[in-house]
Structures are given as structure tokens and as C-alpha cells.
């Protein structure tokens, strides 16, 4: 099944890693994740205040 991901779904992933999004992200076996090229430059825009907030590293 073909999924399309925007910042906002994958943004909520990254703040909340335990949740049932990141769950549906990463444990996608069955899914094709689709997002628009936009998405880079929503990540890049807005990576230190991620990386700030979700405590995560590179």
C-alpha cells in the first residue's frame, strides 16, 4: 500500500518516537512511503530545533 507522508506526520514521528505514527513509520513492512520533495526542506529548515526538542541525535 502506498503511503504519503507530509512534515507534519514525520515531524510527529520525530517528536514522539513511542507513538503510534513513528510505530506506523518505521515498522512499515507492507507500506511505500511517498513524500513530496518539499519534505527535505521542511527537515532542513527545521532540523537543530528538532534535534533540540526530540533529544535524538544524528
Given amino acids: 500500500m502506498r503511503v504519503i507522508v ?5 515531524f510527529s514521528a520525530i517528536l514522539n518516537t513511542n507513538g ?3 510505530d506506523l513509520l518505521i515498522n ?3 507500506l511505500e512511503l ?3 520533495n518539499f519534505l527535505r526542506v521542511e527537515i532542513k529548515k527545521y532540523h537543530s530545533k528538532l534535534m533540540k526538542i526530540s533529544k535524538l541525535s544524528l
Avoid at 507530509?6 to 514525520?10: G, S
Fill in 6 to 10: 507530509d512534515a507534519n506526520l514525520v
Fill in 20 to 22: 503510534k505514527i513513528a
Fill in 28 to 30: 512499515q513492512d507492507k
Fill in 34 to 36: 511517498i513524500a513530496p
